[in-house]
């Protein structure tokens, strides 16, 4: 069966300094990957998704970039965190017509 | 172009009683059509998903939805709710736009369920 792990949960990170988190899926070839962004009394904001190896698309300008270095990989990074990157992200593949989603990362730039 | 919105975005109801949490959506061509929960500082899990099959469909936890193209509504509802049910609930529709099946999320709907 297919599952998909996203880590950390948690991530307390200062103004300025990097970040990344990263996303693995496992038990399926070529899915469709995507980063969402949730803020806090938000609904859910697509950052990023990507059909495959190397090719991102970005959804809105930001201070974040993404990556796919492997097939079951995404990886969501910033070379310097702003006050306004916190939320909660999620990482998410599909594969037909449903979604499945990550844990999600509570990320707090203090 | 594709658009969905929660008509509530807090619903408050009492163990036992029937919940009725409201989607409208927009679409120019059938839609696929989806409801997600989020229990606090959780991911999201799939309660059910519409496409195109039957109209009333069932899903996780005794919801089910309905999907009626007259009113262009996709309405989760519950018999009985309970405690459990508290939590986050998104409406959700997917764009065709492109290769790219991207979802297109409604702001929420906060659901508290009282003692």
């Known amino acids: 069966s297919q599952t998909i792990h996203q880590w950390p949960a948690t991530l307390v990170q200062p103004v300025g300094s990097p970040l990344s988190l990263e996303c693995t899926v496992e038990?399926?070839?070529?899915?469709?990957l995507y980063w969402y962004r949730q803020a806090a009394g938000r609904g859910l904001q697509l950052l990023f998704y990507s059909v495959g190896i190397g090719q991102i698309s970005s959804e809105v300008p930001q201070n974040l970039s993404a990556s796919r270095p492997q097939d079951r990989q995404f990886i969501l990074s910033s070379k310097k965190l702003l006050l306004s990157d916190s939320g909660f992200y999620l990482c998410?593949?599909?594969?037909?017509?449903?979604?499945?989603f990550g844990s999600g990362t509570r990320l707090t730039v203090v | 172009a594709q658009s969905v919105t929660q008509l509530d975005s807090h619903v408050s109801v009492s163990e036992g009683t029937p919940v009725l949490l409201r989607c409208n959506y927009s679409?120019?061509?059938?839609?696929?059509l989806f409801w997600y929960v989020q229990h606090p500082n959780k991911g999201l899990q799939l309660l059910l998903k519409y496409t195109s099959a039957a109209t009333l469909v069932k899903g996780i936890n005794g919801f089910e939805a309905e999907f009626k193209k007259s009113e262009t509504s996709f309405h989760l509802t519950k018999p009985s709710a309970h405690m459990s049910d508290a939590a986050e609930y998104f409406c959700?529709?997917?764009?065709?736009?492109?290769?790219?099946?991207?979802?297109?999320w409604g702001l929420g709907t906060s659901l508290a369920v009282n003692p």
């Open positions: 998410a593949w599909s594969g037909g017509v449903g979604y499945t």
């Open positions: 959700v529709v997917r764009s065709l736009a492109g290769n790219n099946r991207k979802l297109i």
């Open positions: 679409s120019s061509y059938s839609p696929s």
């Open positions: 038990g399926t070839s070529n899915p469709n």
